[in-house]
């Protein structure tokens, strides 16, 4: 059990650590080392490539495939089994590169360890390889290190630390030698450095308390090792899979055993079975659902949202909730001064580092220039700095603290930059900012004298002022100011908001520069309050999802009121939604969690496990989840939800990895686009899977049936297989790429458990396929009956079946609207498919060649008239399904 390292002192910590403040001597720690192994993420077992390659074939449809292969080729129809043994390997290629690339997340988490660390061996500093650190090891960080194990902090100078890819906070975090209280959750335990997280400020010593897979990062690598479960598309294909190779099995049996008793030769009746397996195998189906969602991810591309596991997009469509991080996502992931206070409350405008902005007080504009109050507070915000402000190709970014970029961006949009810049000549004495002291002081020299400046926590620099500066005149300070100014604080803090209090006064040019003459008798100039604001296109985009029946639940690492206030904001917290924080999370049981899940908009100060929670509780209430993130604690999660959205800009390797997608622009807005297109994507498919499977159950009817009655099979293998792979497939890449509907998004998501082919779907089908194979097979009886010769009445049943589903592709573009109303410019695509199609089907009548592999014989124009007419049959019968709108009923607006 991991001892809970953060309610030791250093020294308790370093006695249970059997270490020192001058660390290991070389030879314990070379014994620690042999027995702890090194200080490295573990390397769970992956397969071999050959492995993946051969787990593609544990799926359903390529064993009943396989089957009509074997089927062929013990019948003797040789080109037949090689063509269908092209296929399985063509989709089983498909899915091994899409496996193969999502087994390197764990790479990713490798490279976020620093390769050298500083530690103390014997007293003496000396920099090894972080894979050698062990427990007991005194490590020695300073600005720019990355933590290379899990420690105690056991002395420090001004440590900063961002712990944002671990705990989803975007401040850096102040660390320090106190003991906290054991119930500190894991992103407020100030004591405590993590694995993979960056030090920004300061130095410091740490104890190593962890390393490898026992600390917390070596914790989320277990975690992200977790395999998804299968997508929905793919459980419901092999469902689908499964129910035809019974079918299959069961024709073939049944016209086995009755051409075997009626006499016919055993070979024989194999080449009728082996006809029967390839009719009714939808050999084209794999490849056009794949083409659709990889035609689908293309345009999702251009739309910023790159798709890394094909199956993803249907995800997405379906998706019921979007658990989203704050920061960075929902939030520009850049702190802004939203309220100063001088007494009275002066409101910021702007967004993010872009210094454009306004000041507001009551409604109306305000000149920071012309107001002495203001301008004296910003330009002590501007002094007590260590950061600047740059415009870079891509936009304003701040180099430096995020806090005090804040702070100068303010100045620069009160137009008080470039007057700090001209009028100070330079920095004096800095006292930098102390976890303990919780303020930080400077001194600026200029043409008047020394100019002293503060910033800090609220109480602290008030305990320092001794005067406050009131209408741009300075005062003594009274107890009612300091009353006043304490309210002020809670109630900005209470919005949310991040807060500083600011002061300063001028010294005489040859004044002492110690720290107790520097910061005594200070005038209080006011606070100011900072917030990550909230991205603008992610408000819209939020009231997309609700109206197409998606909720949005935010999931960050932030405090509780920050993460409220800007969910309200937002407009995710509305009235009846509730804000829990992690720990209240760690005291529920699952089901607990599972029954008040719905209620929940928020959840604040959470960790890798407890995100992990969130999702599977979403998903055993059933719920279709999709999780964005962009730090290393996002990982698992991602990994558990249905669908992992990542952060293209901001997010770290291991979230990309982790994801099933990634917003190149890191923009909210951008996933809205992608449901729209996930659903249009799913939407297709279903009409494709309804015209290929109406198309195959025609075929195999008129052979069943037509055998069943006596008559000679009517199609040969080798016909059927170009039926399926050929003129099939030309409509049905059409109709992959059908245009989304303008309701789309207006509709809720369809129930994630729905098949495929939904009960009015399926009757639609079964109602299409038997006017084919009635249709066909009255056309081959009545060749037959005129004394056509076997070749030529085949013929008619290979040209019948082509032209009802010319007809009926043309029907699938929509499953609810008539064919009269549908315009054909909408859809090129589809209308050169069956060019296409018919033109397959002439050149496999018409062709020397082809006539003698095909056994076709030429038509005549009675022949092409009759099956023209009777083809038209099939735009009869769907109208009728159409007007009761039974095809798409579960795709209604609920």
Excluded at 43 to 55: G, H, M
Excluded at 190 to 209: E, F, K, L, P, S
Excluded at 223 to 241: D, G, M, N, S, T
Excluded at 842 to 868: C, K, N
Aim: net charge negative; glycine share 8%; proline share 4%.
């Amino acid at each position: 059990m991991t001892h809970p390292w953060h309610t030791l002192t250093a020294d308790e910590t370093l006695e249970r650590l059997s270490s020192s403040r001058d660390g290991l001597s070389s030879e314990e720690a070379a014994r620690r080392l042999s027995e702890q192994g090194p200080n490295q993420l573990e390397e769970f077992y992956k397969p071999s490539k050959l492995r993946v390659f051969l787990r593609q074939f544990e799926n359903y449809l390529i064993i009943v495939l396989i089957f009509a292969a074997a089927v062929s080729w013990i019948a003797g129809e040789t080109t037949n089994a090689y063509a269908i043994l092209g296929i399985i390997f063509f989709i089983s290629l498909v899915g091994f590169f899409q496996e193969y690339r999502a087994e390197r997340a764990m790479e990713a988490l490798r490279e976020m360890v620093a390769p050298e660390a500083n530690v103390l061996r014997s007293g003496k500093m000396t920099r090894i390889a972080v894979r050698d650190l062990v427990p007991g090891d005194v490590v020695y960080l300073e600005a720019g290190d990355k933590v290379p194990a899990d420690g105690r902090v056991i002395e420090e100078t001004s440590l900063q630390v961002v712990e944002s890819s671990l705990t989803g906070e975007s401040v850096p975090e102040d660390k320090s030698a106190a003991v906290v209280a054991e119930e500190t959750p894991l992103a407020d335990r100030t004591d405590m450095v993590y694995m993979g997280t960056i030090v920004v400020y300061g130095n410091g010593r740490a104890a190593v308390t962890a390393t490898g897979t026992r600390t917390e990062l070596g914790r989320i690598s277990g975690l992200v090792q977790r395999r998804p479960e299968e997508p929905p598309i793919k459980i419901k294909f092999q469902h689908l899979a499964k129910q035809l190779a019974v079918v299959v099995l069961a024709a073939c049996a049944i016209i086995f055993a009755v051409e075997v008793n009626r006499g016919a030769p055993v070979l024989d009746t194999l080449i009728i079975a082996a006809a029967l397996a390839v009719a009714a195998i939808p050999t084209a189906l794999p490849f056009i659902t794949t083409i659709t969602l990889a035609y689908g991810t293309q345009i999702m591309a251009g739309k910023n949202a790159i798709i890394r596991r094909l199956p993803a997009v249907e995800t997405l469509g379906s998706t019921t909730v979007i658990c989203t991080d704050k920061t960075g996502t929902l939030t520009r992931g850049e702190m802004m001064v939203r309220k100063i206070w001088t007494g009275r409350e002066v409101e910021v405008t702007g967004t993010g580092y872009d210094p454009a902005g306004t000041f507001r007080r009551e409604g109306d504009d305000l000149n920071p220039s012309e107001d002495g109050h203001l301008s004296a507070l910003l330009v002590a915000g501007a002094l007590c700095n260590n950061s600047r402000l740059e415009e870079g190709s891509d936009g304003w970014n701040v180099i430096g603290d995020p806090t005090e970029g804040a702070l100068i961006v303010a100045a620069s949009k009160g137009e008080i930059l470039d007057y700090v810049e001209g009028w100070y000549l330079e920095e004096v004495v800095e006292f930098p900012f102390d976890s303990e002291m919780r303020r930080m002081t400077t001194v600026h020299r200029s043409s008047d004298g020394l100019t002293v400046s503060m910033k800090g926590a609220p109480e602290t620099v008030l305990a320092f002022s001794t005067r406050i500066m009131r209408d741009g005149s300075e005062e003594p300070i009274t107890s009612e100011d300091l009353l006043r100014a304490s309210k002020a604080a809670d109630e900005m803090a209470g919005s949310g908001l991040r807060i500083l209090a600011l002061a300063g006064k001028v010294m005489a040019p040859g004044a002492p520069l110690g720290r107790d003459a520097v910061e005594a008798d200070l005038t209080f100039l006011g606070l100011v309050g900072m917030m990550d604001p909230p991205r603008e296109e992610a408000k819209e985009a939020i009231k997309v999802c609700e109206k197409a029946g998606i909720r949005p639940v935010m999931i960050t690492g932030d405090h509780k009121l920050t993460a409220s206030a800007i969910g309200r904001e937002l407009g995710i917290l509305n009235e009846g939604g509730r804000v829990l924080e992690g720990t209240e999370l760690d005291e529920m049981t699952a089901e607990e969690l599972a029954e008040m899940i719905e209620e929940v908009s928020i959840f604040s100060r959470t960790t890798a496990e407890q995100k992990v929670r969130i999702v599977e509780a979403l998903r055993r209430k059933g719920h279709i989840v999709a999780m964005t993130g962009d730090g290393v604690n996002d990982g698992p999660a991602l990994r558990s939800a249905d669908i992992g959205v990542a952060m293209g800009r901001t997010g770290t390797e291991v979230s990309k990895e982790a994801s099933d997608m990634v917003i190149a622009d890191d923009n909210f807005a951008t996933i809205v686009a992608a449901v729209e297109e996930g659903r249009r994507i799913y939407s297709n498919i279903r009409k494709a899977s309804s015209y290929l499977l109406s198309c195959n159950f025609a075929e195999v009817m008129t052979i069943f049936i037509g055998v069943m009655l006596g008559l000679p099979v009517p199609l040969i293998a080798l016909q059927i297989l170009w039926i399926n792979i050929v003129t099939d497939e030309f409509p049905a890449i059409g109709l992959a790429v059908e245009p989304a509907h303008s309701d789309l998004m207006k509709n809720k998501p369809r129930d994630p458990k729905e098949p495929i082919l939904t009960r009015g779907l399926f009757l639609y089908t079964l109602g299409i396929s038997t006017v084919i194979f009635i249709g066909t097979l009255g056309l081959y009886a009545n060749a037959l009956r005129g004394g056509a010769p076997l070749e030529e009445a085949r013929t008619t049943v290979f040209a019948s079946l082509v032209i009802f589903e010319i007809y009926n592709a043309y029907n699938s573009r929509s499953l609810h609207t008539s064919f009269f109303k549908m315009d054909p410019r909408t859809n090129g695509k589809l209308i050169l498919g069956l060019i296409a199609s018919l033109g397959a089907l002439l050149v496999a009548i018409y062709h020397p060649w082809m006539q003698r592999l095909f056994e076709t014989a030429p038509l005549d124009a009675g022949s092409w008239a009759a099956i023209v007419v009777a083809a038209s049959a099939v735009v009869v019968v769907a109208e009728i399904f159409k007007r009761w709108e039974l095809p798409e009923r579960s795709g209604r607006p609920r």
